[in-house]
């Protein structure tokens, strides 16, 4: 079965301090990777996806097939960071389906 | 216009009540979708449309109806709900193209529904 794991549900980090949020993947096929975001009373939005292989408000994320992982990074976090964030899954070829994670809350810490 | 707009914003609704949410994009998607989503919780899918056809319903209680009109509409239509379906219900649209499930979704604001 398709799986996404975010092991976190809150992540305090202080303002200008690496973060990782951790995603972990568990899928048979082809599967895409994205990471949505949804800062406080805003729509969910997409924060970058693992093709596109872009830098995106200084977070990039790289797709470790051998680990099965799709880990957010960004080197020195700033308070406008803090929001709800989601890994997704989709399975390429197959449907049109997203399978989220339960989702990582971030709160930087000024 | 590279949004999906939903009406309306809020709606509180008594348990014998019809109403309906609405959906709506102008991105020439072809794939449009229902979610449901409660407070500090992923999203869950509910519905997909895909070329104005249902083409996944996660067995959702059948006082939820989708309705897609044309491909730019999308329309849940809600009958004799209960408290606990009280949420956020998000509407996305994608791309249905080659890589059919690799495209990127945009969600509406949601509606936030009250089931009193």
């Known amino acids: 079965a398709q799986r996404v794991t975010q092991p976190e549900k809150l992540l305090s980090v202080f303002k200008g301090a690496p973060v990782e949020l951790k995603c972990n993947y568990s899928?048979?096929?082809?599967?895409?990777l994205f990471w949505y975001v949804q800062y406080s009373r805003q729509r969910l939005q997409l924060l970058l996806r693992?093709?596109s292989r872009e830098s995106i408000k200084g977070f990039t994320a790289d797709l470790n097939k051998g680990e099965t992982s799709f880990h957010l990074k960004k080197p020195f976090a700033q308070e406008e960071d803090s929001a709800m964030y989601y890994c997704a899954l989709s399975r390429v070829n197959r449907d049109d389906k997203i399978i989220f994670g339960k989702g990582t809350r971030l709160h930087i810490l000024p | 216009d590279t949004e999906v707009t939903q009406t309306p914003k809020h709606l509180v609704m008594g348990m014998t009540n019809k109403k309906s949410l609405k959906c709506e994009q102008h991105m020439g998607h072809r794939a449009m979708y229902w979610y449901k989503q409660k407070a500090k919780k992923p999203p869950e899918l509910m519905f997909v449309y895909s070329y104005e056809k249902l083409s996944i319903n996660e067995s959702v209680p059948s006082r939820f109806s989708p309705e897609c009109p044309n491909s730019s509409l999308l329309n849940l239509h809600l009958h004799a709900l209960q408290p606990e379906d009280s949420a956020l219900y998000l509407c996305a649209s994608s791309q249905v193209g080659r890589d059919r499930g690799s495209d990127t979704q945009y969600f509406g604001p949601g509606t936030r529904l009250t089931v009193l």
């Open positions: 899928y048979s096929g082809s599967p895409e």
């Open positions: 693992h093709i």
